[in-house]
């Protein structure tokens, strides 16, 4: 049992400090619409 | 300085060591001879010792406390559980004390003066406790002894039969104390010391250098005055014999062997380890002697266990006890044990009490140094500590503390070298180890340390994180459709995932916002739709609220740019204008993620907590205090 726990503790651990580096929250809302080519009016917006 | 006189009966050399010596025992006539003035007169013959096979003898010489001493008279006194030799002491400043030596325990002590009343004997109870030189003993035997016998030099006058009421007091730290009313009855003598350990005392000139009398079996044999079975014993200090053959219990003390009891022999058990068995039981060479079994009843229902007497070093006894194929190594302990709050402490450990009852003795088979007494109730109070369990026996006359050590079955073949297989163990017995324990302790510590990495990185992380790219406020007006532009903000790699937030001064009422996240640099870009509202206030005295002013949202795998956010918002025709702050910036590490990383860890321990918690509530069943009782049961099945 403590050598298994090892095992998953620093697994937990090693998958824990990688999504905090990255900002990564289980419960973050994210975005899902997909990166998109704005039309002219939208092009027209943001190059002003 | 020594003087030597003339035995007045035979002429021998009589040599006074001690100044504080007023008898001798003539070595060669054994008349008793006491100092009158530069006299001797002679008292009559000094009875014949019994034969103890004790190591020490006459002229052996130790060290105790950085003083030399030398044996130079013993009184040997019998009671009624068996024979004790009192050595009495020459040290080399020239006082006198005394050693005791009773089965294989020993004990140094020194007469002092007291000037405050002690109680008189008659009024002595066992457990009683007494203030003696500054110190507070609790009584610990009360003997009602006489001198068997005595040889050399002694400091009073003594002769066979002599009475010798005697209370032995101990306290928590192992000092010893001693009231002899021999003398009077009200006006104790009294001895302070301690109990020692027979090889701390660096002997020189012990017996073992001269030749023991070795009891021969013809000397000892006998016939059961019950059956007839022939018996023999092996030990000359033996008190009590039992009969294989018919459960007698007989008094060997005399040459003359007496009945003293009839045991059931429907209550006989065949013993694991045979009568005379040798084995060497942690670095100790140990002989198995005796064997009995005992009861107790509870809750009218009778248990019974084994118990075995081993001889050890130097005349030790040691007990092997058995219940349920639970094996315990117990011992005497040469102290008092102090009791408070439901717990002993001894070796600096709390030992919580566990149960208390009377204790009886069944059967007995073998030899036993004290007279053994069927059905004599004994009070017994057991506390643990596992895998120790210390044990308070109390009879009317004797106070005794046991601890035990449990032992596990692969000890006790290796020690006896068993071709037998024990019996394999039932049940939780009271001081058997948590086998889950040390597991639990490894999976904790473990915990802890996973703990203390994980804060350590999300500190870290909280103290790296760097400021928001982007942080402006935007206005936004029921029927104004035309999207507000934030500042440029810039990327400067590419990121995994980007934070926008927005805190939106709302107040009973809600906006939605359409987001629009460009790259100016490649005309990508990515949108999402949020909705946010907070609604609060008072219903029948009570305040509620609904929503929140704050709302976040993640954008996941920017290319680096230049990055600009349009945002559309739809109000309520009739809501005031509405003043949100955007933040953008890179998400930091989440008190969320570290709130469930706990959890999981946390799941190991609970689960060990639980499974070593399982065994001490089997543990404690068997108590006076069990962790669940038959009522919890029932709630719990309701």
């Given at each position: 049992m403590p050598r298994f726990y090892l095992?998953?503790?620093?697994?937990?651990?090693?998958?824990?400090?990688?999504a905090q580096y990255n900002g990564a929250g289980l419960f973050d809302d994210v975005a899902a619409a997909p990166a998109t080519r704005p039309g002219a009016a939208g092009h027209s917006t943001f190059h002003k | 300085m020594g003087r030597t006189a003339r035995c007045p009966s035979c002429g021998a050399a009589v040599e006074f060591k001690s100044v504080v010596s007023i008898l001798a025992v003539c070595d060669y006539c054994q008349s008793t001879l006491v100092r009158e003035g530069k006299e001797l007169a002679n008292l009559g013959k000094m009875a014949a010792l019994v034969e103890d096979r004790s190591p020490l003898q006459r002229g052996a010489a130790g060290r105790w406390q950085g003083r030399r001493?030398?044996?130079?008279?013993?009184?040997?006194?019998?009671?009624?559980?068996?024979?004790?030799?009192?050595?009495?002491?020459?040290?080399?400043d020239g006082k006198s004390g005394w050693l005791s030596e009773s089965g294989g325990e020993y004990v140094i002590s020194e007469p002092v003066w007291?000037?405050?009343?002690?109680?008189?004997?008659?009024?002595?109870?066992?457990?009683q406790s007494l203030v003696v030189a500054g110190h507070a003993y609790s009584i610990t035997n009360l003997l009602a002894a006489e001198c068997v016998a005595g040889e050399g030099e002694l400091p009073f006058k003594v002769s066979s039969g002599y009475p010798a009421p005697v209370a032995d007091m101990r306290d928590e730290a192992g000092r010893f104390a001693t009231l002899d009313y021999s003398d009077d009855a009200v006006r104790p003598l009294i001895f302070v010391g301690a109990g020692v350990a027979f090889a701390s005392l660096g002997w020189s000139n012990l017996r073992q250098g001269t030749a023991i009398a070795e009891p021969t079996v013809k000397a000892r044999a006998f016939n059961c005055p019950s059956c007839a079975a022939p018996l023999a014993v092996g030990h000359e200090k033996i008190e009590t014999v039992g009969c294989p053959s018919c459960g007698a219990v007989l008094d060997t003390s005399n040459e003359t062997v007496q009945l003293l009891a009839q045991a059931d022999l429907d209550l006989k058990v065949e013993p694991l380890l045979a009568l005379g068995a040798r084995g060497s039981l942690r670095g100790e060479a140990v002989e198995v002697i005796g064997f009995m079994r005992r009861r107790m009843t509870a809750d009218g229902v009778d248990y019974r266990w084994s118990e075995y007497v081993l001889l050890g070093r130097d005349a030790r006894l040691l007990w092997l006890t058995e219940y349920d194929g639970h094996w315990n190594l117990a011992w005497v302990l040469p102290r008092a044990v102090r009791v408070a709050g439901g717990a002993a402490v001894y070796d600096k450990e709390d030992f919580k009490h566990f149960q208390s009852y009377q204790a009886y003795v069944d059967y007995v088979v073998g030899e036993f140094p004290w007279r053994v007494r069927l059905d004599e109730a004994a009070q017994v109070e057991d506390y643990v500590a596992p895998p120790r369990l210390l044990s308070r026996e109390t009879t009317a006359s004797e106070a005794t503390w046991t601890v035990a050590e449990y032992m596990e079955q692969?000890?006790?073949?290796?020690?006896?070298?068993?071709?037998?297989?024990?019996?394999?163990?039932?049940?939780?017995?009271?001081?058997?180890?948590?086998?889950?324990?040390?597991?639990?302790?490894?999976?904790?510590?473990?915990?802890?340390?996973?703990?203390?990495?994980?804060l350590a990185v999300h500190a870290a992380l909280l103290m790296g994180a760097r400021g928001p790219l982007l942080e402006e406020a935007l206005v936004f007006k029921p029927g104004d459709d035309e999207p507000r532009l934030?500042?440029?903000?810039?990327?400067?790699?590419?990121?995994?995932?980007?934070?926008?937030?927005?805190?939106?001064?709302?107040?009973?009422?809600?906006?939605?916002?359409?987001?629009?996240?460009?790259?100016?640099?490649?005309?990508?870009?990515?949108?999402?739709?949020?909705?946010?509202?907070?609604?609060?206030?008072?219903?029948?005295?009570?305040?509620?609220?609904?929503?929140?002013?704050?709302?976040?949202?993640?954008?996941?795998?920017?290319?680096?740019?230049?990055?600009?956010?349009?945002?559309?918002?739809?109000?309520?025709?009739?809501?005031r204008p509405v003043r949100t702050q955007v933040r953008v910036s890179k998400p930091g590490p989440r008190w969320s993620s570290l709130f469930m990383l706990l959890g999981a860890l946390a799941l190991f321990p609970i689960y060990t907590r639980v499974r070593r918690g399982s065994f001490e509530v089997k543990r404690w069943a068997e108590s006076d205090h069990p962790l669940v009782t038959a009522s919890d049961d029932s709630d719990s099945d309701d």
């Open positions: 095992i998953f503790g620093i697994l937990a651990l090693s998958m824990f400090s990688y | 001493f030398a044996l130079i008279g013993r009184i040997q006194l019998r009671w009624e559980q068996g024979l004790w030799n009192e050595w009495h002491l020459l040290f080399d007291q000037p405050d009343a002690l109680p008189p004997f008659a009024e002595l109870r066992v457990g692969e000890e006790l073949q290796q020690a006896f070298k068993l071709k037998v297989q024990p019996q394999a163990p039932t049940g939780v017995y009271a001081n058997q180890p948590n086998p889950h324990d040390a597991s639990h302790r490894r999976v904790c510590g473990r915990f802890w340390k996973l703990l203390a990495a994980a934030t500042h440029e903000f810039r990327l400067a790699a590419p990121v995994s995932r980007l934070e926008i937030e927005h805190e939106a001064d709302l107040d009973n009422n809600w906006i939605s916002l359409g987001l629009t996240l460009a790259n100016k640099d490649t005309g990508e870009a990515w949108q999402a739709a949020r909705e946010i509202s907070r609604y609060e206030g008072v219903d029948d005295g009570e305040s509620w609220s609904e929503g929140s002013r704050s709302d976040a949202v993640v954008f996941t795998a920017l290319p680096a740019g230049n990055y600009v956010l349009a945002e559309e918002a739809d109000l309520a025709a009739n809501s």
